[in-house]
């Protein structure tokens, strides 16, 4: 029997999810979390600051100073909400949308790099099972979380 999780650390390794920073662009550091944000942000299209969270499924404070931290960037702009004041909209700014893409050119470049090493049959395999084990875990209330003891 494979060793499962063993299987996940190598891949999460090998992903550089560790890694402190995942991209560099413009000079500029970008953690995974800030990565996803500008993703998310663009993806969603001018989304509120509460769905770019839950869509991430981090809590709102940590995610708060995560924008915090993007707007002193110059990357992301939060503006109220014209029908609900309470509400912030987040965008990215000219510059977050140019690091954004260069992410996403990064992310592809290195995906690509990856599927060259299989054939059509493997690559549509790998895929195919990617997707299945997204959706089987989007079906469980179970995450990753340190037991107590």
Do not use: W
């Amino acid at each position: 029997m494979e060793n499962l999780r063993e299987l996940f650390q190598i891949m999460t390794r090998r992903f550089g999810f560790l890694n402190k920073y995942c991209c560099i662009s413009g000079g500029r550091e970008i953690s995974l979390i800030q990565s996803h944000i500008l993703y998310e942000i663009e993806r969603q299209h001018k989304p509120s600051m509460q769905q770019v969270s839950e869509a991430l499924g981090t809590d709102i404070t940590t995610f708060s100073r995560q924008i915090q931290t993007l707007m002193k960037m110059n990357l992301v702009k939060k503006t109220p909400d014209p029908e609900d004041r309470r509400v912030h909209i987040l965008s990215l700014t000219p510059e977050g949308k140019e690091v954004a893409a260069t992410i996403d050119q990064q992310m592809n470049a290195y995906l690509d790099e990856i599927f060259s090493h299989m054939n059509e049959f493997e690559k549509e395999t790998v895929i195919r099972s990617i997707k299945l084990l997204n959706e089987a875990m989007a079906k469980t209330d179970k995450c990753c979380t340190t037991p107590l003891g």
